[in-house]
Protein backbone atom coordinates (compact mmCIF):
# COMPACT_ATOMS: atom_id res chain seq x y z
CA UNK A 1 0.00 0.00 0.00
CA UNK A 2 1.57 3.17 -1.17
CA UNK A 3 1.70 6.59 0.91
CA UNK A 4 -0.51 9.48 -0.88
CA UNK A 5 1.63 12.35 -2.02
CA UNK A 6 2.39 15.30 0.70
CA UNK A 7 -0.61 17.42 -0.73
CA UNK A 8 -3.39 14.71 0.31
CA UNK A 9 -1.91 14.32 3.97
CA UNK A 10 -5.40 16.30 5.45
CA UNK A 11 -8.23 14.88 6.91
CA UNK A 12 -10.68 16.33 4.03
CA UNK A 13 -8.36 14.28 1.46
CA UNK A 14 -7.96 11.18 3.56
CA UNK A 15 -12.25 11.56 3.87
CA UNK A 16 -12.30 11.73 -0.30
CA UNK A 17 -9.58 9.18 -1.03
CA UNK A 18 -11.01 6.34 0.91
CA UNK A 19 -14.74 7.32 -0.55
CA UNK A 20 -13.48 7.20 -4.38
CA UNK A 21 -11.82 3.83 -2.84
CA UNK A 22 -14.23 2.38 -1.12
CA UNK A 23 -17.47 2.92 -2.40
CA UNK A 24 -20.75 1.39 -1.75
CA UNK A 25 -18.66 -1.24 0.39
CA UNK A 26 -19.54 -1.08 3.99
CA UNK A 27 -16.90 1.10 6.15
CA UNK A 28 -18.66 1.17 10.01
CA UNK A 29 -20.87 -0.77 11.59
CA UNK A 30 -22.24 -0.40 14.75
CA UNK A 31 -25.10 -1.54 16.84
CA UNK A 32 -27.41 0.57 15.27
CA UNK A 33 -26.25 0.40 11.85
CA UNK A 34 -23.96 0.78 9.42
CA UNK A 35 -22.43 3.30 7.25
CA UNK A 36 -20.78 3.09 3.60
CA UNK A 37 -17.97 4.67 2.43
CA UNK A 38 -20.04 6.87 0.27
CA UNK A 39 -22.43 7.65 3.29
CA UNK A 40 -19.90 8.27 5.31
CA UNK A 41 -18.61 10.93 3.09
CA UNK A 42 -22.04 12.50 2.03
CA UNK A 43 -23.05 12.33 5.64
CA UNK A 44 -19.97 14.03 6.91
CA UNK A 45 -20.10 16.98 4.05
CA UNK A 46 -24.08 17.52 5.37
CA UNK A 47 -23.19 18.00 8.94
CA UNK A 48 -19.89 20.04 7.71
CA UNK A 49 -22.82 22.26 5.76
CA UNK A 50 -25.11 21.95 9.05
CA UNK A 51 -22.01 22.99 11.59
CA UNK A 52 -21.10 25.98 9.03
CA UNK A 53 -24.94 27.45 9.12
CA UNK A 54 -24.85 26.99 12.79
CA UNK A 55 -21.98 29.44 13.53
CA UNK A 56 -18.16 27.18 12.99
CA UNK A 57 -15.48 29.40 12.04
CA UNK A 58 -12.59 27.89 11.15
CA UNK A 59 -9.67 26.85 13.80
CA UNK A 60 -12.66 26.53 16.14
CA UNK A 61 -12.53 23.83 18.14
CA UNK A 62 -15.56 21.35 17.88
CA UNK A 63 -15.46 18.69 20.79
CA UNK A 64 -16.56 15.09 20.26
CA UNK A 65 -18.33 13.76 23.47
CA UNK A 66 -19.53 10.21 21.37
CA UNK A 67 -19.13 6.66 21.62
CA UNK A 68 -17.45 4.06 19.17
CA UNK A 69 -19.92 4.25 16.55
CA UNK A 70 -20.57 5.42 13.16
CA UNK A 71 -21.83 8.61 14.39
CA UNK A 72 -18.03 9.61 15.31
CA UNK A 73 -16.30 8.84 12.04
CA UNK A 74 -19.39 11.81 10.55
CA UNK A 75 -18.88 13.86 13.44
CA UNK A 76 -14.85 13.97 13.33
CA UNK A 77 -14.58 14.23 9.90
CA UNK A 78 -17.39 16.50 9.66
CA UNK A 79 -15.36 19.20 12.16
CA UNK A 80 -12.70 18.84 9.58
CA UNK A 81 -14.33 19.90 6.70
CA UNK A 82 -15.81 22.66 8.70
CA UNK A 83 -12.23 24.17 8.96
CA UNK A 84 -12.44 23.11 12.97
CA UNK A 85 -10.31 21.61 14.85
CA UNK A 86 -12.00 18.67 16.16
CA UNK A 87 -11.23 17.93 19.99
CA UNK A 88 -12.47 14.17 21.22
CA UNK A 89 -13.17 13.66 24.73
CA UNK A 90 -12.96 10.87 26.79
CA UNK A 91 -16.81 9.48 27.59
CA UNK A 92 -14.58 7.85 30.88
CA UNK A 93 -14.14 11.09 32.32
CA UNK A 94 -15.64 12.56 34.92
CA UNK A 95 -18.22 15.44 34.98
CA UNK A 96 -15.16 17.67 36.41
CA UNK A 97 -12.62 16.06 33.85
CA UNK A 98 -14.66 16.98 31.27
CA UNK A 99 -15.14 20.47 32.57
CA UNK A 100 -11.53 21.24 32.74
CA UNK A 101 -10.91 19.58 29.36
CA UNK A 102 -13.59 21.55 27.34
CA UNK A 103 -12.16 24.88 29.11
CA UNK A 104 -8.61 23.98 28.45
CA UNK A 105 -8.77 23.84 24.87
CA UNK A 106 -10.98 26.68 24.56
CA UNK A 107 -14.18 24.59 23.05
CA UNK A 108 -16.95 26.04 21.44
CA UNK A 109 -19.45 23.93 19.95
CA UNK A 110 -20.22 20.72 21.63
CA UNK A 111 -21.34 17.09 19.53
CA UNK A 112 -22.18 14.59 21.61
CA UNK A 113 -24.81 11.86 22.36
CA UNK A 114 -26.90 12.09 25.42
CA UNK A 115 -26.69 8.95 27.47
CA UNK A 116 -23.90 6.13 27.25
CA UNK A 117 -24.86 3.28 29.63
CA UNK A 118 -25.21 4.14 33.23
CA UNK A 119 -23.95 7.74 32.24
CA UNK A 120 -26.64 10.43 31.67
CA UNK A 121 -24.26 12.99 29.77
CA UNK A 122 -27.04 15.67 29.16
CA UNK A 123 -27.89 16.02 32.96
CA UNK A 124 -24.15 16.22 33.48
CA UNK A 125 -24.25 19.06 31.17
CA UNK A 126 -27.29 20.98 32.72
CA UNK A 127 -25.96 20.34 36.34
CA UNK A 128 -22.58 21.67 35.56
CA UNK A 129 -23.03 23.88 32.33
CA UNK A 130 -19.28 24.08 30.24
CA UNK A 131 -18.21 28.01 30.32
CA UNK A 132 -17.48 28.96 26.89
CA UNK A 133 -19.61 26.65 24.97
CA UNK A 134 -21.63 28.41 21.95
CA UNK A 135 -23.57 25.60 21.44
CA UNK A 136 -24.38 22.10 21.83
CA UNK A 137 -26.02 19.48 19.91
CA UNK A 138 -27.29 16.41 20.43
CA UNK A 139 -27.51 12.82 18.74
CA UNK A 140 -30.78 12.04 17.69
CA UNK A 141 -30.85 8.20 18.03
CA UNK A 142 -33.80 7.47 15.64
CA UNK A 143 -32.47 9.17 12.93
CA UNK A 144 -28.52 8.98 13.78
CA UNK A 145 -28.44 12.72 13.19
CA UNK A 146 -27.33 15.67 15.30
CA UNK A 147 -31.20 17.21 16.21
CA UNK A 148 -30.38 20.43 17.23
CA UNK A 149 -28.63 21.38 14.23
CA UNK A 150 -31.44 22.84 11.77
CA UNK A 151 -30.53 23.68 8.25
CA UNK A 152 -31.18 27.09 7.26
CA UNK A 153 -32.48 28.07 3.78
CA UNK A 154 -29.32 29.07 2.56
CA UNK A 155 -28.19 25.50 2.71
CA UNK A 156 -26.27 25.65 -0.80
CA UNK A 157 -23.74 28.84 0.46
CA UNK A 158 -22.52 26.33 3.70
CA UNK A 159 -21.77 23.41 1.15
CA UNK A 160 -19.75 26.07 -0.99
CA UNK A 161 -18.23 27.18 2.25
CA UNK A 162 -17.11 23.62 2.81
CA UNK A 163 -15.93 23.24 -0.01
CA UNK A 164 -13.54 26.29 0.26
CA UNK A 165 -12.77 25.36 3.61
CA UNK A 166 -11.86 21.88 3.15
CA UNK A 167 -9.67 22.49 0.28
CA UNK A 168 -7.88 25.27 2.11
CA UNK A 169 -6.53 22.73 4.55
CA UNK A 170 -2.95 22.21 4.67
CA UNK A 171 -0.83 19.10 6.06
CA UNK A 172 0.47 21.80 8.56
CA UNK A 173 -2.76 22.98 9.44
CA UNK A 174 -3.70 22.15 12.91
CA UNK A 175 -5.82 18.85 12.95
CA UNK A 176 -6.93 18.36 16.40
CA UNK A 177 -6.56 18.38 20.03
CA UNK A 178 -6.48 15.42 21.87
CA UNK A 179 -5.85 15.15 25.69
CA UNK A 180 -3.74 12.20 27.02
CA UNK A 181 -2.21 12.16 30.74
CA UNK A 182 1.29 12.77 31.49
CA UNK A 183 3.32 13.85 34.37
CA UNK A 184 1.69 16.87 35.82
CA UNK A 185 -1.89 16.20 38.11
CA UNK A 186 -4.03 17.60 34.73
CA UNK A 187 -4.12 16.15 31.43
CA UNK A 188 -1.89 17.50 28.65
CA UNK A 189 -3.28 19.10 25.27
CA UNK A 190 -1.94 17.27 22.70
CA UNK A 191 -1.99 19.39 19.41
CA UNK A 192 -1.26 17.64 16.39
CA UNK A 193 -1.09 18.52 12.74
CA UNK A 194 -3.23 17.17 10.20
CA UNK A 195 -1.01 15.13 8.54
CA UNK A 196 -0.35 13.40 11.75
CA UNK A 197 -3.70 11.35 11.89
CA UNK A 198 -3.40 10.79 7.84
CA UNK A 199 -0.05 9.45 7.97
CA UNK A 200 -0.45 7.00 10.74
CA UNK A 201 -3.54 5.53 9.26
CA UNK A 202 -2.10 4.85 5.71
CA UNK A 203 0.94 3.21 7.26
CA UNK A 204 -0.78 1.34 9.67
CA UNK A 205 -2.83 -0.07 6.79
CA UNK A 206 0.56 -1.09 5.24
CA UNK A 207 2.20 -2.10 8.29
CA UNK A 208 -0.68 -4.55 9.19
CA UNK A 209 -1.01 -6.02 5.59
CA UNK A 210 -5.10 -4.81 6.11
CA UNK A 211 -6.70 -4.76 2.29
CA UNK A 212 -10.44 -4.51 1.51
CA UNK A 213 -11.41 -8.12 2.25
CA UNK A 214 -10.91 -7.58 6.21
CA UNK A 215 -12.91 -7.07 8.65
CA UNK A 216 -12.06 -5.41 11.71
CA UNK A 217 -13.62 -5.17 15.12
CA UNK A 218 -12.19 -3.20 17.83
CA UNK A 219 -12.51 -2.32 21.30
CA UNK A 220 -10.11 0.28 21.45
CA UNK A 221 -11.76 3.65 22.06
CA UNK A 222 -11.63 6.75 19.10
CA UNK A 223 -10.88 9.61 21.92
CA UNK A 224 -7.02 8.36 21.74
CA UNK A 225 -4.82 8.11 18.95
CA UNK A 226 -4.69 4.26 18.28
CA UNK A 227 -8.37 4.18 18.38
CA UNK A 228 -8.12 6.70 15.32
CA UNK A 229 -4.80 5.84 14.00
CA UNK A 230 -4.63 2.01 14.44
CA UNK A 231 -8.83 0.94 14.25
CA UNK A 232 -10.80 3.56 12.29
CA UNK A 233 -8.13 5.54 10.13
CA UNK A 234 -5.99 1.92 9.33
CA UNK A 235 -9.48 0.66 8.22
CA UNK A 236 -10.56 3.01 6.17
CA UNK A 237 -7.14 3.12 4.18
CA UNK A 238 -7.48 -0.20 3.40
CA UNK A 239 -10.97 -0.09 2.37
CA UNK A 240 -12.01 -2.82 4.87
CA UNK A 241 -14.98 -2.62 6.91
CA UNK A 242 -14.56 -2.03 10.78
CA UNK A 243 -17.34 -3.15 13.59
CA UNK A 244 -18.07 -0.96 16.83
CA UNK A 245 -19.15 -1.32 20.48
CA UNK A 246 -20.36 1.54 22.60
CA UNK A 247 -19.05 -0.59 25.25
CA UNK A 248 -17.17 -3.50 25.52
CA UNK A 249 -18.96 -6.53 26.56
CA UNK A 250 -16.27 -10.08 26.44
CA UNK A 251 -19.61 -11.96 25.42
CA UNK A 252 -21.05 -9.53 22.63
CA UNK A 253 -17.31 -9.13 21.57
CA UNK A 254 -16.81 -12.73 21.08
CA UNK A 255 -20.10 -12.55 19.45
CA UNK A 256 -19.69 -10.30 16.88
CA UNK A 257 -15.87 -11.61 16.19
CA UNK A 258 -17.86 -15.41 15.26
CA UNK A 259 -21.10 -14.06 13.70
CA UNK A 260 -19.26 -11.31 11.24
CA UNK A 261 -16.58 -13.43 10.49
CA UNK A 262 -13.74 -11.28 11.80
CA UNK A 263 -10.28 -11.49 10.51
CA UNK A 264 -8.47 -8.24 12.84
CA UNK A 265 -9.46 -7.84 16.37
CA UNK A 266 -8.01 -4.49 18.20
CA UNK A 267 -8.48 -5.10 21.88
CA UNK A 268 -6.17 -4.21 25.11
CA UNK A 269 -4.74 -7.32 27.13
CA UNK A 270 -7.02 -7.63 29.48
CA UNK A 271 -9.92 -7.36 27.33
CA UNK A 272 -8.73 -9.94 25.35
CA UNK A 273 -8.75 -12.10 28.29
CA UNK A 274 -11.55 -11.76 29.62
CA UNK A 275 -12.99 -12.92 26.14
CA UNK A 276 -11.13 -15.89 26.34
CA UNK A 277 -11.87 -16.64 29.75
CA UNK A 278 -15.77 -15.87 29.23
CA UNK A 279 -17.95 -18.77 29.80
CA UNK A 280 -18.94 -18.39 26.35
CA UNK A 281 -15.67 -19.08 24.81
CA UNK A 282 -15.86 -22.17 23.72
CA UNK A 283 -19.18 -21.96 21.63
CA UNK A 284 -17.70 -18.88 19.33
CA UNK A 285 -15.57 -20.54 16.11
CA UNK A 286 -12.84 -17.52 15.77
CA UNK A 287 -10.90 -19.37 13.32
CA UNK A 288 -11.62 -16.40 11.08
CA UNK A 289 -9.41 -14.08 12.91
CA UNK A 290 -6.09 -14.27 10.85
CA UNK A 291 -4.75 -10.45 12.47
CA UNK A 292 -4.05 -11.28 16.60
CA UNK A 293 -0.69 -11.43 18.39
CA UNK A 294 0.26 -14.76 18.82
CA UNK A 295 0.81 -13.96 22.43
CA UNK A 296 -2.82 -13.11 22.88
CA UNK A 297 -5.23 -15.97 24.89
CA UNK A 298 -7.54 -15.45 21.70
CA UNK A 299 -4.82 -16.63 19.67
CA UNK A 300 -4.86 -20.68 20.74
CA UNK A 301 -9.01 -19.91 20.38
CA UNK A 302 -8.44 -19.12 16.68
CA UNK A 303 -6.67 -22.16 16.15
CA UNK A 304 -3.46 -20.47 15.34
CA UNK A 305 -0.15 -22.83 15.49
CA UNK A 306 2.48 -20.28 14.46
CA UNK A 307 3.32 -16.77 15.45
CA UNK A 308 2.99 -15.14 11.59
CA UNK A 309 1.70 -11.70 12.41
CA UNK A 310 2.09 -9.02 15.48
CA UNK A 311 2.25 -5.00 15.40
CA UNK A 312 4.10 -5.50 19.59
CA UNK A 313 7.53 -4.51 17.32
CA UNK A 314 6.65 -1.22 17.71
CA UNK A 315 7.06 2.13 19.60
CA UNK A 316 4.91 5.10 19.90
CA UNK A 317 3.47 7.42 21.76
CA UNK A 318 0.00 9.99 21.54
CA UNK A 319 2.46 13.04 21.26
CA UNK A 320 3.66 10.70 18.06
CA UNK A 321 -0.02 10.23 16.88
CA UNK A 322 1.37 6.44 17.37
CA UNK A 323 4.38 4.68 15.96
CA UNK A 324 7.38 6.24 15.89
CA UNK A 325 9.61 3.15 14.84
CA UNK A 326 8.07 -0.59 13.49
CA UNK A 327 8.43 -3.45 11.86
CA UNK A 328 6.19 -4.74 9.90
CA UNK A 329 3.26 -6.94 10.86
CA UNK A 330 4.48 -9.83 8.90
CA UNK A 331 8.44 -9.79 9.41
CA UNK A 332 9.82 -13.13 10.91
CA UNK A 333 8.63 -13.69 14.32
CA UNK A 334 11.99 -13.99 15.58
CA UNK A 335 12.76 -10.42 14.28
CA UNK A 336 9.71 -9.09 15.99
CA UNK A 337 11.00 -10.71 19.15
CA UNK A 338 14.27 -8.76 19.33
CA UNK A 339 13.22 -5.20 19.35
CA UNK A 340 10.87 -2.33 19.20
CA UNK A 341 11.14 -2.10 15.10
CA UNK A 342 13.36 0.74 13.17
CA UNK A 343 12.50 4.38 12.68
CA UNK A 344 9.36 4.85 9.95
CA UNK A 345 10.51 7.30 7.16
CA UNK A 346 11.25 10.67 7.87
CA UNK A 347 11.26 9.74 11.87
CA UNK A 348 14.53 10.41 13.84
CA UNK A 349 15.81 8.75 17.18
CA UNK A 350 18.32 9.74 19.50
CA UNK A 351 19.39 8.11 22.93
CA UNK A 352 20.03 10.90 25.16
CA UNK A 353 22.18 11.29 28.55
CA UNK A 354 18.82 11.76 30.67
CA UNK A 355 21.14 14.13 32.66
CA UNK A 356 23.54 15.58 30.25
CA UNK A 357 21.42 15.76 27.49
CA UNK A 358 24.60 14.50 25.28
CA UNK A 359 24.03 11.67 22.87
CA UNK A 360 24.32 8.08 23.76
CA UNK A 361 26.88 5.59 21.45
CA UNK A 362 24.59 2.52 20.40
CA UNK A 363 23.82 -0.12 22.82
CA UNK A 364 24.03 2.39 25.79
CA UNK A 365 20.59 3.29 27.60
CA UNK A 366 19.21 6.15 27.74
CA UNK A 367 16.31 8.68 26.98
CA UNK A 368 14.55 8.40 23.84
CA UNK A 369 14.21 11.15 21.81
CA UNK A 370 11.94 11.56 18.54
CA UNK A 371 11.47 13.87 15.84
CA UNK A 372 10.02 13.69 12.61
CA UNK A 373 6.61 14.03 10.78
CA UNK A 374 3.94 13.15 12.21
CA UNK A 375 5.59 14.54 15.69
CA UNK A 376 2.81 17.10 17.76
CA UNK A 377 2.65 20.99 17.43
CA UNK A 378 3.07 20.87 20.60
CA UNK A 379 1.00 21.10 23.77
CA UNK A 380 -1.47 23.28 23.87
CA UNK A 381 -0.60 26.04 26.06
CA UNK A 382 2.69 25.15 26.74
CA UNK A 383 5.86 27.02 25.28
CA UNK A 384 7.61 25.27 22.85
CA UNK A 385 10.79 26.07 24.60
CA UNK A 386 9.33 23.44 27.67
CA UNK A 387 8.83 21.39 24.83
CA UNK A 388 11.31 20.75 22.35
CA UNK A 389 14.82 21.11 22.24
CA UNK A 390 16.51 23.57 20.18
CA UNK A 391 16.95 21.16 17.36
CA UNK A 392 12.99 20.06 17.66
CA UNK A 393 13.54 16.81 19.22
CA UNK A 394 11.06 15.95 22.01
CA UNK A 395 12.59 13.59 24.90
CA UNK A 396 9.83 11.35 25.58
CA UNK A 397 10.99 10.20 29.32
CA UNK A 398 11.22 6.63 27.81
CA UNK A 399 14.33 4.89 28.34
CA UNK A 400 15.91 2.55 25.57
CA UNK A 401 18.72 1.86 23.43
CA UNK A 402 19.11 2.11 19.52
CA UNK A 403 21.53 -1.07 18.58
CA UNK A 404 24.23 -1.27 16.07
CA UNK A 405 21.33 -2.13 13.02
CA UNK A 406 19.27 1.30 14.00
CA UNK A 407 16.66 -0.69 15.58
CA UNK A 408 15.17 0.62 18.86
CA UNK A 409 14.69 -1.18 22.25
CA UNK A 410 12.44 0.30 24.62
CA UNK A 411 13.03 -0.61 27.99
CA UNK A 412 10.39 1.28 30.31
CA UNK A 413 9.35 5.14 31.23
CA UNK A 414 11.41 7.01 33.04
CA UNK A 415 8.65 9.91 33.96
CA UNK A 416 6.68 7.37 36.39
CA UNK A 417 3.69 7.12 34.33
CA UNK A 418 1.54 4.49 35.03
CA UNK A 419 0.38 2.10 31.52
CA UNK A 420 -2.61 0.60 32.70
CA UNK A 421 -4.62 -1.51 30.57
CA UNK A 422 -3.32 0.15 27.55
CA UNK A 423 -4.13 3.72 29.26
CA UNK A 424 -1.40 6.12 30.45
CA UNK A 425 -2.42 7.32 34.06
CA UNK A 426 -0.65 10.38 36.19
CA UNK A 427 0.27 9.52 39.67
CA UNK A 428 0.59 13.11 40.19
CA UNK A 429 -3.58 12.85 39.27
CA UNK A 430 -4.37 10.10 41.39
CA UNK A 431 -2.36 11.48 44.23
CA UNK A 432 -3.72 14.58 44.25
CA UNK A 433 -7.41 13.00 44.42
CA UNK A 434 -6.40 10.90 47.26
CA UNK A 435 -4.69 14.11 48.99
CA UNK A 436 -7.86 16.05 49.77
CA UNK A 437 -9.56 12.75 52.03
CA UNK A 438 -8.61 13.45 55.64
CA UNK A 439 -6.10 11.38 57.16
CA UNK A 440 -4.06 11.11 54.42
CA UNK A 441 -0.28 12.88 55.30
CA UNK A 442 1.18 11.08 52.09
CA UNK A 443 0.46 8.79 48.79
CA UNK A 444 2.13 8.13 46.10
CA UNK A 445 0.13 5.52 43.19
CA UNK A 446 2.58 3.57 41.28
CA UNK A 447 2.38 0.60 38.75
CA UNK A 448 3.23 -2.77 39.57
CA UNK A 449 4.15 -5.41 36.81
CA UNK A 450 0.45 -7.28 35.91
CA UNK A 451 0.22 -10.28 32.98
CA UNK A 452 -2.65 -8.80 31.51
CA UNK A 453 -2.86 -5.21 32.47
CA UNK A 454 0.85 -4.68 31.41
CA UNK A 455 0.99 -2.61 35.05
CA UNK A 456 -1.60 -2.16 37.71
CA UNK A 457 -2.03 1.00 39.52
CA UNK A 458 -1.31 0.63 43.71
CA UNK A 459 -1.90 3.84 45.58
CA UNK A 460 0.21 4.14 48.65
CA UNK A 461 -1.06 5.75 51.35
CA UNK A 462 0.74 7.21 54.75
CA UNK A 463 -1.60 8.42 57.26
CA UNK A 464 -1.33 11.25 59.91
CA UNK A 465 0.14 10.47 62.64
CA UNK A 466 -2.69 9.01 65.16
CA UNK A 467 -5.04 8.91 62.40
CA UNK A 468 -6.80 5.90 60.86
CA UNK A 469 -8.11 5.99 57.16
CA UNK A 470 -11.08 5.32 56.23
CA UNK A 471 -10.68 3.13 53.33
CA UNK A 472 -14.52 2.95 51.85
CA UNK A 473 -14.70 6.86 52.35
CA UNK A 474 -11.03 7.20 50.17
CA UNK A 475 -12.34 5.20 47.47
CA UNK A 476 -15.61 6.79 47.19
CA UNK A 477 -13.63 9.96 47.07
CA UNK A 478 -11.52 8.53 44.47
CA UNK A 479 -14.49 7.25 42.24
CA UNK A 480 -15.91 10.64 42.00
CA UNK A 481 -12.59 12.60 41.07
CA UNK A 482 -11.06 9.94 38.75
CA UNK A 483 -11.75 7.82 35.52
CA UNK A 484 -12.91 4.50 36.07
CA UNK A 485 -9.25 3.78 34.26
CA UNK A 486 -7.25 6.18 36.95
CA UNK A 487 -9.11 4.37 39.78
CA UNK A 488 -6.52 2.35 41.72
CA UNK A 489 -6.85 -1.34 41.66
CA UNK A 490 -5.57 -1.75 45.40
CA UNK A 491 -4.90 0.64 48.39
CA UNK A 492 -2.74 0.05 50.79
CA UNK A 493 -2.06 2.10 53.96
CA UNK A 494 2.00 2.12 54.72
CA UNK A 495 3.70 3.53 58.05
CA UNK A 496 5.64 6.33 58.05
CA UNK A 497 8.44 4.26 59.45
CA UNK A 498 8.41 1.98 56.41
CA UNK A 499 8.35 4.53 53.76
CA UNK A 500 11.92 5.72 52.29
CA UNK A 501 12.42 9.33 51.74
CA UNK A 502 14.51 11.31 49.43
CA UNK A 503 17.25 13.88 51.56
CA UNK A 504 14.46 16.35 51.18
CA UNK A 505 11.61 13.82 52.60
CA UNK A 506 9.98 13.08 49.61
CA UNK A 507 8.99 9.61 49.49
CA UNK A 508 10.86 7.58 46.83
CA UNK A 509 8.42 6.71 44.28
CA UNK A 510 11.07 3.14 43.10
CA UNK A 511 11.09 2.09 46.86
CA UNK A 512 7.46 2.44 47.37
CA UNK A 513 7.13 0.38 44.48
CA UNK A 514 9.22 -2.33 45.43
CA UNK A 515 7.43 -2.48 49.08
CA UNK A 516 3.98 -2.36 47.58
CA UNK A 517 5.02 -5.52 45.16
CA UNK A 518 6.35 -7.07 48.32
CA UNK A 519 3.47 -6.63 50.29
CA UNK A 520 1.05 -7.73 47.16
CA UNK A 521 2.85 -11.52 47.20
CA UNK A 522 3.53 -11.96 50.94
CA UNK A 523 -0.15 -11.49 50.93
CA UNK A 524 -1.17 -13.22 47.65
CA UNK A 525 -3.23 -10.27 46.71
CA UNK A 526 -5.50 -10.75 43.50
CA UNK A 527 -5.78 -7.98 41.11
CA UNK A 528 -7.69 -8.45 38.27
CA UNK A 529 -7.54 -12.25 37.90
CA UNK A 530 -3.51 -12.71 38.74
CA UNK A 531 -2.78 -13.64 42.33
CA UNK A 532 0.86 -12.10 43.51
CA UNK A 533 3.05 -14.28 45.02
CA UNK A 534 2.67 -17.00 42.51
Same mark, same amino acid.
Given at each position: ?258 ? !??? +?? $?? %? ?5 ? =?? #??? *??? /? ?35 ? !??? +?? $?? %? ?5 ? =?? #??? *??? /? ?42 ? %? ?13 ? /? ?134
Amino acid at each position: MTEPGPDRLTLPAFLEDVVAQGGSHAAVVGERGALTYTELGAHAHRLASDLVAWGVAPGDRVALLLANRPEWAVAFFAAALAGAVPVPISTFATPEERAWVLAHADVRWLLMQRRLAARDFAAELDAAPAPGLAGIACLDEARGAFAEIRRPADTPDAVRVVGARASAALPESDGLLIYTSGTTERPKGVLHRQRAPVLQSWRFAALMGLDANDRVFTAQPFFWTAGIAMSLGATLAAGATLWVRETFEPDDALATIAR !ERI +TT $VH %AWPHQEK =AM #AEH *ASA /GEHDLTCVTHVEFGSPLAKLAGLEEDRWGIHASYGLS !ETF +TL $VT %ALAADAP =AE #ARR *ACH /GVPLPGNEVRILDPETGGPCPPGTSGEIAVRGPTLMRGYWKVPD %ANVFDDEGFFRTGDS /GTLDDAGQLHWAGRLSGIVKTGGANVSPLEVEGAAAREPGVAASVAVGVPHPTLGEALVLCVVPVEGAQIDLQALAGRLATALSAYKRPRHVMVLDAADVPRTGTQKLRADAVRDLARERLESGSVVIAGHVYGT
